[in-house]
């Protein structure tokens, strides 16, 4: 069974095999987390990611976490927020797996996300929340090497929207 935890705090500073990027189709960086991550890696995370050329929305990319304390991050763009009627439920839980599924093949036990698309994407929190936990619970059913997943809230609105869906 894999471990579900939310706690508050910055996803920069914790000490897990790998970290979620909530990342854009560039990968090249921007603001939210992802600059705060890029921030704390290093500028060598700007080359490793420049090599993938990009990844399409909901699927995920790893790179070694370099100065920060996790072992790897994944970068997956989450959806932008166009109103609920563009695919955006699917393409946040493609998110969630892909994520999980790439930390499992590459030997995590322990993993961290944010909120995914719940910033400047928009995506309502509480619709997010519920469909984050759901994606976790059931790629428990299938998961090998990770056993432990936590939500990383960077505000207590956030936190209690994943308390509340756990
Ligand atoms: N630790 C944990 N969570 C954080 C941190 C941190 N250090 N900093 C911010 N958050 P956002 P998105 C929270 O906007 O909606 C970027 O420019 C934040 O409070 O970072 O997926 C990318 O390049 C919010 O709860 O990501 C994309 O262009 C959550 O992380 C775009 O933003 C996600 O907010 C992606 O937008």
Known sequence: MVKIKVVEGDITKVKVDAIINAANTTLMGG????????RAAGPALYAACERFGGCPTGEARITSGFNLPASYIIHTPGPVWRGGQHGEDQLLANSYRNSLELADQNGCRTVAFPSISTGVYSFPLDRAAKIAIRTIRKFSQTA??????TMVCFDPTTARAYQAAL
């Open 31 to 38: 603001g939210g987390v992802d600059g705060a991550i890029h």
């Open 144 to 149: 090998r090497q990770v056993d432990e997943v």
